[in-house]
Structures are given as C-alpha cells and as structure tokens.
C-alpha cells in the first residue's frame, strides 16, 4: 500500500515536499485550483528540485481549464526535472470550475477529452477539434530536448460516479476514488472500471492502479472525534464535502443527503447572507484551508465521522489493511491547514510505519 498526500498547491510551502520525503510517503498530489491556489505545475516543478524519491503530480488537473496537448506539455516538461516519478492525475473539475460559477465537464465531454489525452501521452498521432473541425496533432517533441514522454506517464482518472469510473478503465492506468463513508468499496470501483476496459478491448490487471482519496482523523487517547484540534486540523475538509453537496442540490433539484440534513437549513442561512450571484465565491473560497464563521459550530463528531476515515492509530491501521485486502493500492489524504507538517509526521510514525 502506497501512503500519499494531497496537499493545496502553495508555491510558499516547497519544503513541505521534502519534509514527507523524509517522513517516507510514496507521493504527493497538488490540487489544481487556479481561482484559490498556486499554479500546480510551477508548485510542482519546484517539488521535483527539492525530492529524489517522492512520486509527484496534479491532485487533479482539470479538464476545463487547460485543453490535452497543454496538460501533456506541463506533464512531459516535469518528467524531464524528475523522470519516471510523475503521474498525471485528472478531473472534470468541481472547485475549479464551481468558484468560476460553472458546473464541472460533462461526462461526454470527459471522455473524448480523455481520448485525446492518452493518445498524446503516448506519443500518438490523434484528431482534435480545436476551435472547429478535427485534425491530426502529436507532440512534436525533437531531440529529447524541452520535454519528454520517456519513461511513460500514467494516466490516473479521477472519478466519484460509476460512468466516469468506467471512463477509468477505458481510458487511464489506474483510478482515483473516494472510499467509505462517502464513496464506494476499492472491489464496487474496481468493477465499474472494468465496464469501461471491455468496451475498449482490454482487461484490467494487476498493474490497473487503485487510489484513494480521503480525510483522516488520527486520534489521541481518549480524544473526541469533533475535539478542537481535529476542528482545526479538518474542519475545512468536512466543509468541503457540505459545499459539494450545497451545489449539487441547488442545481439538481434534490434532497440533501441524510447526513447532511439536520443541519442543512443552518449552513443554507449562512450561505445565503451572500448575494445570490456572489455565491460561488462564499461556498468555495475556504476550499480544505479555512471554515467561515458559524461553520465550525456545525461540525460535531457524527459529521467528522460522516465525511472522514477515523480512528485511533490501531483502528486506522486495521482500516488501512482492510482497504488493501480489498483491492486498494493507494490511500491518499488531503491537507490544506497548517497542522498537515505536525500531522504528516504523526501519520507516519504512528501509522505508516506500522503497516
């Protein structure tokens, strides 16, 4: 089982890279939000001069906001800094696309997105339709100089529904998910993947990389799962997934989730006090790295446990094997506060290394 992290892009934090190096996680993804964040491939080229070991690449990058051969340049110029310990890991966009005030990429649109993307990752020549009709494009790559596709960069497709899933299996080298309380069993993923995989004539081995994206609480002796410090630690992951949901009922028509409902009127209320066409900015602004006022009162121990993998150093441990017999290669956990440099450390000597 690889251990990682998901850490917000911050071109002020570079050493945070070489502190989990040291810490031994396998990799670190950077979030790829333009409208909150640092540039991720500037974040993550600096990474690269300061690592020998540590995998790195997006946490996601956003179909939305930049069109393949963009992506792929990004991609093939960081594989020159650090070869063979990149990956390129990519979304349709929820808040980098939502703090715009738009919904993320269809589903069609994703997969012929991911189409173009894989073929050009291997060094293919592929139709595009740029601005109008399709043509044949490839990465005119000369010389090895500038950037290169060499060693391969994997393609891992993040996806939280079961279509996108299958676009997985199709398309990418492995799958980024959410696992439980709010997302699915590596075995529910996995097989959804492989929908996508027929449909392109190949089978899905050992080598098809299963990662997880999650929030954990490690917690002291005794310590409650909505103590101050796990607020402070995680109180803006736990509001992330209030903020998913708030757009998804609003622009759906649906019912909040039953674990969100007993304090959905009182977080409404609070979103509300901001002008109908200045929304988008309240609900993802703090995105994993700060709660607005009156959010932290609606976190109490069920909703942290609702939204985050939770458990003393032994139940966590217990946890993470379990994930593994079920099929899961990768656990990575997202941090955006201060407290992931103390918490980084504390995973690793308390859990990692007793896995």
């Known amino acids: 089982m690889r251990i990682s992290v998901c850490v917000m892009a911050d071109v002020d934090e570079i050493g945070f890279y070489s502190h989990v190096e040291s810490l031994g996680y396998d990799s670190a993804w950077v979030t790829d939000s333009q409208m909150l964040y640092s540039d991720c491939y500037a974040v993550l080229a600096l990474a690269a001069r300061q690592t020998s070991r540590l995998r790195l690449g997006p946490g996601v990058a956003i179909c939305g906001t930049r069109i393949p051969p963009v992506h792929v340049a990004a991609m093939a110029t960081l594989n020159r800094l650090a070869p063979g310990r990149v990956h390129l890991g990519v979304g349709t966009g929820n808040t980098a696309t939502r703090s715009m005030g738009h919904p993320p990429m269809r589903i069609a649109d994703y997969a012929e997105y991911l189409r173009v993307l894989r073929g050009l990752l291997r060094g293919d020549v592929v139709d595009y339709a740029y601005e109008g009709a399709p043509r044949p494009v490839k990465m005119l790559i000369r010389e090895k100089k500038y950037m290169s596709l060499e060693p391969r960069i994997p393609l891992y497709v993040s996806a939280f529904g079961p279509r996108a899933m299958e676009l997985a299996g199709?398309?990418?080298?492995?799958?980024?998910?959410?696992?439980?309380?709010?997302?699915?069993?590596?075995?529910?993923a996995l097989a959804q993947a492989r929908v996508g995989a027929a449909r392109d004539g190949r089978t899905l081995g050992g080598d098809f990389h299963m990662c997880a994206l999650t929030n954990i609480v490690l917690l002291g002796p005794g310590?409650?799962?909505?103590?101050?410090r796990v607020i402070r630690a995680v109180g803006p992951n736990v509001m992330a997934s209030v903020y998913y949901f708030y757009d998804a009922v609003h622009e759906r028509g649906i019912e909040p989730p039953p674990f969100l409902r007993r304090i959905w009127k009182r977080y409404c209320a609070l979103v509300e006090e901001t002008p109908r066409e200045h929304r988008h900015f309240r609900t993802h602004e703090g995105h994993y790295t700060y709660v607005h006022p009156g959010e932290a009162e609606l976190i109490d121990a069920e909703l942290v446990r609702d939204t985050c993998l939770v458990g003393t150093a032994e139940e966590l441990i217990e946890r993470i094997r379990e994930l593994e017999r079920g099929g899961l290669r990768e656990l990575m956990w997202a941090t955006g506060t201060d407290e992931k440099w103390s918490f980084s450390r504390e995973f690793a000597q308390r859990v990692m290394a007793r896995l």
């Not at 199709?170 to 529910?188: C, K, M, N, S, T």
């Not at 310590?223 to 101050?228: L, N």
């Open 170 to 188: 199709e398309y990418g080298d492995g799958l980024v998910f959410a696992i439980p309380p709010r997302g699915v069993a590596p075995a529910e």
């Open 223 to 228: 310590e409650a799962a909505d103590s101050e």
